[in-house]
């Protein structure tokens, strides 16, 4: 999710790019929703546990997955580019910046004190950050909420509380979907209304 929105843009033009990152929020919008009408379900016929076993099984799929088909194609790339500029030059002492040993400690720090000086230091970083933990925090709130306004006032059952949450399904395909055309449309000669449509996003139902 951290990741996904900098490799579309590394990847697709900039017309391209609103399609694309309408897919790709369909995971972090829909996933909460689906997963609490389904596992409203599960819970009432099998257990709250297979909710867990559900989880378990679909990931030990995605995992076996990938350890057999993924590949670092970029570290492979920069290998055989480190090659040939060996052999051009002469240079014997040219390396991938992959090959190069560096301590584990250095990496870890690396790896943490980075992403907060981004965060701190520049502003649309920080904005958007605020934003967007507004929203979802907002939206994993009513998650927490929902199952005790309509189970302890309203009576529903665990299973059809769940369906209390289609609304914020709604809501979150139409975004995508205007999302997805008012990006493609004003890519190039409206950059602000693509903006605001990346809010919409973020806001849900």
Not at 99 to 126: E, N, Y
Not at 136 to 153: K, N, R, S
Request: glycine share 10%.
């Amino acid at each position: 999710m951290s990741t996904g929105g900098g490799t579309i843009a590394d990847l697709l033009r900039k017309e391209e790019r609103g399609v694309a990152m309408a897919i790709f929020t369909v995971g972090p919008l829909f996933g909460p929703v689906l997963g609490t009408i389904l596992g409203g379900f599960v819970v009432e016929n099998k257990g709250w546990r297979w909710c867990f076993y559900l989880i378990l099984m679909l990931r030990q799929g995605h995992c076996r997955h990938l350890s057999v088909h993924a590949r670092d194609e970029i570290r492979q790339y920069a290998q055989v580019k480190a090659a040939r500029l060996r052999r051009e030059t002469g240079n014997q002492s040219l390396r991938a910046a992959g090959d190069k040993k560096t301590p584990v400690k250095q990496l870890v720090l690396h790896a943490m004190i980075r992403p907060m000086k981004i965060l701190f230091i520049s502003p649309i970083v920080a904005l958007i950050a605020l934003y967007t933990a507004f929203n979802f925090g907002v939206t994993m709130l009513l998650f927490a909420t929902f199952p005790t306004v309509y189970e302890d006032t309203y009576h529903w059952s665990v299973s059809i509380s769940g369906l209390a949450y289609t609304g914020v399904g709604i809501g979150c395909a139409i975004d995508v979907v205007t999302f997805a055309k008012l990006s493609a449309r004003f890519s190039i000669l409206y950059t602000l209304a693509r903006v605001a449509c990346t809010l919409l996003v973020t806001t849900g139902g």
